[in-house]
């Protein structure tokens, strides 16, 4: 069962549709989350960074409604994500080349932070050193 289950989210997106980052994509199931399946891990890598560009760039913003908690609805959600998904079609090499340069740019991100964790790790040591003298 674990296998399937690994073998599922490889090929899973979920689209997170409630609250202030409503079209985020996600790896990992939450609530108020859209299941996105796809045949296979490429074209869910395609989608993620389209979706991740697309949420970024707070394009979904305009098609949030409700007063207290935004949400998308689903029917513009597919409408938008299906046109500008055509759209990609027509420069595939050019979205190929950006993806890979948002997979970079987050491979260094996820690094700076880890660095600035390790810098306030030790500025704690320090300080409870500090503390105990």
């Known amino acids: 069962m674990p296998q399937n289950r690994n073998a599922l989210y490889g090929r899973t997106l979920f689209i997170l549709n409630k609250g202030r980052n409503s079209g985020k994509p996600l790896t990992e199931p939450?609530?108020?989350?859209?299941?996105?399946?796809?045949?296979?891990?490429?074209?869910?890598?395609?989608?993620?960074?389209?979706?991740?560009?697309?949420?970024?760039?707070?394009?979904?913003?305009?098609?949030?409604?409700?007063?207290?908690?935004?949400?998308?609805?689903?029917?513009?959600?597919?409408?938008?994500?299906t046109l500008k998904a055509e759209s990609l079609q027509a420069d595939y090499d050019l979205h190929l080349?950006?993806?890979?340069?948002?997979?970079?740019?987050?491979?260094?991100?996820?690094?700076?932070?880890?660095?600035?964790?390790?810098v306030r790790d030790m500025r704690a040591i320090i300080l409870n050193r500090y503390i105990n003298l």
């Not at 697309?54 to 098609?63: E, G, I, K, P, S």
């Not at 890979?100 to 964790?117: G, H, P, S, T, V």
């Open 30 to 81: 939450c609530a108020n989350c859209w299941v996105l399946l796809f045949p296979n891990r490429q074209e869910r890598e395609n989608c993620y960074w389209l979706t991740y560009s697309l949420w970024q760039a707070r394009f979904w913003h305009y098609f949030q409604v409700g007063s207290v908690i935004p949400f998308l609805r689903l029917f513009e959600f597919k409408k938008e994500f």
């Open 97 to 118: 080349k950006n993806v890979l340069a948002l997979q970079l740019l987050q491979k260094k991100e996820n690094q700076f932070r880890k660095n600035l964790d390790l």
